[in-house]
């Protein structure tokens, strides 16, 4: 007997934390509209509402949390899924009732976690468990689950793994495509391998796949992210996996710009630097995790490098890219930082001239080593030292940014400003700019044809912050491909 149908129902998904999150989202998206599910933007009205969670700091947690508190206004049935979800389970469902709570495994069958849901049949949470224990996930057996030939309860889950139910939320030029899940390793401050698991690289062949299929929905720029790209390859038997796929996903049809976010500076190989920083169509981007400049804290939070070790990895990177983009983050407050810590961490940013510089207070993570160190600073120590160097950033980014008027940049344009501006300005993103982090770019005198996706070579006139103020080059033909969108 053929089961029946669903009762149409409606869903709405909140997202929060970074872009491996949106495109977690983006599949349970994709799942849900497959199995019957209406997906609408506002959750006023909806049958239920799912919050994608952070879980990485506490800041971000408390975010988490109040959007919980926050869609249980709406009404709707409230469900929460991702990093937090997946961490705490049971913990997080005994302090928060008014929401039912899902772990990763769920995602398989998030319809039928959803009907159970809105029918009141109640669902037992999960208990946390360390995910770096699980086998292996082999791409056979990923492959096998997507054609439903193995129940999905017989392989752990790797979310934002099955694009073939990817649905795209945002709209817009420029996507986000993962690359792995999961990290191996084992930073003190860090609890993400912990419920994220070991990483496992999607083979190349799915990569690519994928990346033809955004195409086809209209992304011109790929943002290639994971827990740490530089590691892409290593569970494969290659290293040089990302070497090789780099210009591979450049030449795929539609594709203007590949951006790689998310590089661990010990493992950034001469053979990946360079092919990122002179491979045509690949955005000379350097996405680095440095998280701190001085060499003995950085061995504290289990980490390699230091001021002169970065300094020259930026050297060589400019060697080969003159005007290639920097960004980072920097963790302030860890255990038993000193000033004489943070003076080599100001050596190095004053030094290092990067475009992008995100600064973070340390807080203790349950599970990991630094929650357990001593020589805990107070919080009002870390909140000075957070301001003291974000005031330097700012001054050190606007810097930056100033440097850059007379250079010439290729900009991706997402936002026609005509209505507001004057006919023919543009806001977008250039090669050192994250669509989605590092600034925008603003260009006039952009021709009257120009559509969003497009790349047009600009000259900077001036800088406003991290912002830049541009006049187009020269008239550039649009592609057909766009020009059809039009």
Not at 245 to 262: I, S
Not at 394 to 400: C, G, K, V
């Amino acid at each position: 007997m053929t089961a029946a149908p669903r009762t149409a129902r409606t869903v709405a998904l909140v997202t929060l934390g970074c872009a491996r999150n949106e495109v977690d989202s983006e599949e349970l998206a994709g799942r849900l509209a497959a199995e019957g599910y209406e997906l609408v933007d506002d959750a006023d009205g909806a049958d239920a509402v799912l919050v994608n969670t952070c879980g990485f700091i506490e800041s971000a947690k408390k975010d988490s949390v109040d959007a919980l508190l926050s869609a249980t206004d709406s009404g709707a049935s409230v469900v929460a899924v991702g990093c937090m979800a997946e961490r705490y389970g049971s913990e997080l469902a005994g302090a928060l009732p008014e929401a039912t709570v899902l772990g990763f495994d769920d995602y398989a069958a998030i319809g039928d976690r959803l009907d159970d849901v809105l029918a009141g049949r109640p669902l037992v949470p999960h208990d946390p468990r360390d995910r770096r224990t699980l086998l292996p996930v082999s791409p056979v057996q990923r492959a096998s689950v997507v054609a439903g030939a193995t129940a999905a309860a017989d392989v752990p889950s790797l979310p934002g793994h099955d694009w073939l139910r990817r649905r795209r939320l945002a709209g817009g030029p420029s996507a986000a495509l993962k690359l792995a899940s999961g990290c191996d390793r084992r930073c003190a401050f860090c609890a993400i391998p912990s419920f994220r698991g070991a990483f496992v690289s999607r083979p190349p062949g799915e990569v690519l796949a994928e990346a033809r299929w955004l195409a086809g929905q209209g992304v011109s720029e790929l943002v290639l992210v994971s827990e740490n790209s530089t590691s892409y390859g290593k569970d494969l038997g290659d290293l040089r996996a990302l070497e090789a796929l780099l210009p591979q996903l450049a030449a795929v049809e539609g594709v203007a710009r590949v951006r790689v976010a998310y590089l661990q500076p010990a493992e950034l190989r001469p053979g990946l630097l360079e092919v990122i920083a002179t491979a045509p169509g690949v955005a000379p981007y350097f996405d680095l995790s440095f998280q701190h400049s001085s060499p003995s804290l950085l061995r504290r939070m289990r980490r390699f490098g230091g001021t002169d070790d970065f300094l020259g990895l930026i050297a060589r990177a400019r060697a080969l890219a003159p005007s290639a983009g920097f960004r980072t983050n920097v963790i302030l407050g860890f255990p038993g930082e000193t000033e004489d810590d943070v003076a080599e961490l100001e050596r190095f940013l004053v030094a290092g001239r990067l475009d992008a510089v995100g600064v973070f207070g340390y807080s203790d993570e349950e599970g990991t080593e630094a929650a357990g160190l001593p020589g805990k600073l107070d919080q009002a120590e870390i909140d000075a030292r957070v301001r003291r160097i974000t005031d330097l950033v700012e001054e050190l980014t606007a810097q930056r940014a100033d440097e850059r008027v007379g250079e010439r940049v290729d900009v991706l344009l997402t936002d026609d400003l005509s209505a507001e501006e004057e006919p023919g300005v543009w806001a977008g993103s250039a090669a050192h700019q994250d669509p989605d982090a590092d600034g925008t770019t603003t260009v006039a005198g952009v021709p009257a044809a120009a559509v969003a996706g497009q790349l047009v070579p600009a000259v900077v006139e001036a800088a406003e912050g991290v912002d830049l103020l541009a006049r187009a080059a020269s008239p550039v033909p649009v592609p057909a491909r766009l020009a059809a969108q039009r």
